[in-house]
Each structure stands twice: as C-alpha cells, then as structure tokens.
C-alpha cells in the first residue's frame, strides 16, 4: 500500500511508528497477540500502515492477511439497509412485522422459560426497523448468559451459521421467543443486525453475500471481502483464537481449516465476513466522503448524516441505556447511530475523539473507527476473542490522536 508523508497531511511520523513498537512491547512479545495490523489515514489518505508478528505457521501478517472481522460487518448491513430506504422500498419506522409477517404480534418476556412456558404480555410499542439498526428492539444474543431469553437462543441455536437454521427458520424460531423488553425502552446488543440482513435478502430477492457484491463490494473494488473465502486465498486467513481463563490464549478457528472457508447455511449480516485492512479501508473512506468513492456512489451524503447522529430515545448513552454489554462507564457520552457507535458528549469518554466520530470493533479485537471532523480513519486487526480482553482499542485511539499536529476542527 502506497503511504502519503505524514507531515503533509498534519500527522507526526514518528509518533505514529512509536506505534508500531508499542504494539510489540505490549502485545506481540508478551504473546498477547500473534499477529497485528494497523492503517491510519487522513482525508482519504494513507499515512500509516504496519503489519507484524506471524498470521499462520510462522508466516508473517502481509498486507493481503484475510482477517475475521465478525460484528465490523454490521455496518456493511447497515449501509445496505440504508440504500434500500432511499429507494422508497423500506423505511425507517415501519413495523417490522411489515416484511416479517411471523413476528406480529410478538410479546415481551413476563416469566417462564426452561422447562416452564414462557409467559408474555403485549408490547407498549411495535418493534420498528430503526429498532433493529439502533439495537433497542428487544432481542438479545445467545453469549450474554444472563437468563431465559439468552438460553433459549442458546438451546435453538439460531447463531450457528453452519447447523440446520436457514433465514426462514430463524424468523420462526425467533417467533416462539419473547423479547427481553419493548422495543425503544433499552439498549442490548443482538441479533438485530442479522434480522436486518434477512430482511434485506426478503426485500432484494436476492442471498445477502449477492447484495452486498452488487451493491456494495464490486462497486467499491473491495476484491476481498467475503462470507466464504474462495479456495484459492484461503492460504491468507489468518489462525483465530479466543482467551481461556487457564490456559492463555487457544487456537479458536484455524485458518487452513477455517469454518470461513465453508459455506454457511445463513449469511450473518451481523458477523459473518472476512475482509482485509485496505478492503475495509475502502468501505471506510466511501462513508467519510459522504457515500461516494471512485466514482461508485453507494449512498447519499444526506443518508450518512443521519445514521451518524445518537438515534438512542431520549439522547441518552450506552452506559444509562445498555442491559448489559457496553454498559461500562467508559461508554458515557457514547450513543448509537444506524449500524456504529456515536461519541455524542467527548468529555465523559475520558479518551482523545470529537464529538460526532463513529466507530465499531468485532469479537476477534478487530475495530474501525471514522473521524469526519479530522479526516481521520484508523482500522486495527488482529484475531483473538474476546474483544475486551485487552484495551488495545482505547490505547490505540490515544496514541493515534496525539499524531494529528494540525487539527482541522
């Protein structure tokens, strides 16, 4: 990747390489990580990009190293989502039991569950399609273990990409299953944005790996970005791992033998593809110049303005709104947008940023992060879950802030 002189563009170089040797003091000689990649970039411009440590087998992390990018595809979702509404064939605050006739009449969660059945009462509001972008439509995921709802998620296995659930099934499954609140009343990271990819699929006609390569991927030469990795760059992706209390980090997904490198029974809108740093950097780069990039216009600059203010009821955060994940007070001053977090009050943060910059990560410690007011896009990549074991993310953001010399607020 061709890099422009930092200097030029009002970054310090030399804090950004102190980057580089903070990442492997901290995390790459320790074993934290066995591998990481980094690409800043300012008004559209690469400034910085640096690879190390090893993807597989002893080889190195190259510029091509595929990476799992898990809940970093749930912008992608969001975006296609968006190109839909401004085609007039959705909107925004319709009923989502509008294209998902099954789910009408669903109920919120009022007792039962295991060997009990569940017991519900009526929602104060219908669930609405902004319900799903902004996650406060009532649905859950199967990994929070912290009741009935997340169990029964867990015992219908409605998250496995590669069991017996296809689209539809999940739709009929989720309609046996109460929500955990009305929709609008909380804030609970979820599924949301994987119904948001079947229903786009219902709306297209289409599988959604086949939107988003017409919608989205080709238009942008995003050559590679996937739910499937093709055979023949298989050898790119890099081994996966995941934290165990005991034994440190453990092999999670192999990259020779990856569960990506197969094809799913249904396509995860909200976690399921594989990208590199530059491809995602495209995708990035489209959304901070105001939906266009290289003469493929994807969305408009008026859509992109609405998905990046707080969309949370009442404008309240994360850390007051969330039932669970992301409730922590270092999301103070965090609202949520369509498909990204939204820094809406810096201070709180207690974390370089401006207001209105909009971010997002992926279970294997992935994360972007979109800074309209400084120009400023960073991408980090690396394989292990889960995302909070280390604050890499917040350590990165300090660090890469404080190369910005000249400020363009």
């Known amino acids: 990747m061709q890099t422009a002189d930092p200097a030029t563009l ?3 170089a030399g804090r950004l390489s102190a980057i580089d040797r903070f990442l492997d003091e901290r995390y790459l000689q320790t074993g934290r990580f066995k591998g990481t990649q980094l690409l800043v970039s300012r008004d559209g411009q690469p400034v910085h ?3 190390a440590g090893t993807m597989r087998d002893g080889q190195p992390v190259g510029p091509d190293t595929l990476f799992r990018i898990a809940s970093m595809t749930k912008p992608v979702t969001s975006v296609a989502f968006m190109m839909l509404v401004e085609e007039g064939r959705v909107a ?11 789910w009408k009449g669903l109920g919120v969660y009022d007792g039962g569950g295991g060997s009990a059945p569940f017991v519900t009462k009526p929602t104060s509001a219908p669930m609405r399609m902004v319900d799903l972008l902004r996650h406060t439509a009532g649905l859950t995921y199967s990994f929070q273990n912290r009741g009935n709802i997340d169990a029964a998620y867990r015992d219908t296995k409605i998250e496995n990409w590669h069991g017996e659930h296809d689209p539809d099934s999940v739709i009929r499954t989720l309609a046996g299953i109460p929500l955990e609140f009305s929709p609008g009343e909380a804030w609970n990271y979820s599924v949301a944005t994987d119904i948001l990819g079947l229903i786009i699929q219902r709306v297209e006609g289409k599988p959604l790996d086949q939107v988003f390569q017409e ?7 995003m050559d590679d970005t996937f739910f499937q990795v093709p055979a023949d760059k298989v050898h790119r992706l890099a081994d996966c ?8 980090a453990v092999m999670y997904d192999e990259g020779a033998k990856s569960a990506w490198s197969r094809k799913p029974t249904q396509f995860s809108g909200g976690g399921g593809l594989v990208s590199t740093a530059a491809d995602y950097h495209r995708f990035c780069a489209m959304l901070l110049n105001g939906g266009t990039l290289d003469g493929a216009r994807i969305l408009s600059p008026k859509t992109i303005e609405l998905m990046t203010v707080n969309h949370l009821p009442g404008g309240r955060d994360l ?16 609202g949520f947008g369509l498909g990204f977090a939204v820094t809406i ?8 940023g401006s207001v209105g910059e909009y971010y997002w990560g992926g279970m294997f410690s992935t994360a972007f992060h979109i800074d309209p007011v400084e120009r400023l896009i960073f991408i980090f990549m690396t394989q292990l879950s889960p995302s909070n074991t280390y604050p890499v993310r917040r350590e990165l953001k300090t660090m890469i802030y404080s190369s910005i010399t000249k400020s363009r607020a």
């Open 241 to 248: 791992y995941t934290m165990h209390p005991q034994k440190g």
């Open 319 to 334: 850390a007051s709104m969330s039932r669970s994940l992301f409730s922590e007070a270092t999301n103070a001053g965090v």
């Open 215 to 221: 919608r989205i991927f080709g238009p942008l030469g």
């Open 345 to 352: 009050n810096l201070a709180p943060t207690l974390v370089h």
């Open 92 to 102: 925004l605050d319709d009923p989502v039991h509008r294209v998902i006739p099954e």
């Open 49 to 51: 990009f640096s690879s």
């Open 10 to 12: 009002g970054m310090d």
